[in-house]
Nanobody, 118 residues
Framework: VQLVESGGGSAQAGESLRLSCVVS????????LGWFRQGPGKQREAVAG???????NYADSVKGRFTVSKDNAYTTLALQMNSLKPEDTAMYYC??????????????WGQGTQVTVS
């Protein structure tokens, strides 16, 4: 499985950014796709996830502001981030799991893309 993120960058508070992740060789369902982030001096945390059936979940800190989505072919995962806050500043990682959707089950990771909000 290969995961390649893009779309990070800098934004002002209140602006929007969209992250994309190209997913390759993940095989057949079921599996979960997700976005994680790690801010400066912080532990990595789950941001949003989506399973094979299209069910989504979000961290409380991003509910109502971020939207996770995937295309039907499971080749692209996206994270639309609106109303950005400085505390959203982090390295964002795309991840995949074929072992369930628990945070600890994600075993495939992208290289990360930096998001900076000022």
């Amino acid at each position: 499985v290969q995961l390649v993120e893009s779309g990070g960058g800098s934004a002002q508070a209140g602006e929007s950014l969209r992250l994309s992740c190209v997913v390759s060789n993940i095989g057949r369902a079921p599996y979960c796709l997700g976005w994680f982030r790690q801010g400066p001096g912080k532990q990595r945390e789950a941001v949003a996830g989506i399973d094979s059936a299209g069910n989504t979940n979000y961290a409380d800190s991003v509910k109502g502001r971020f939207t996770v989505s995937k295309d039907n072919a499971y080749t692209t995962l996206a994270l639309q981030m609106n109303s950005l806050k400085p505390e959203d500043t982090a390295m964002y990682y795309c991840a995949a799991s074929k072992l369930g959707c628990a945070d600890s089950a994600f075993t495939y990771w992208g290289q990360g893309t930096q998001v900076t909000v000022s």
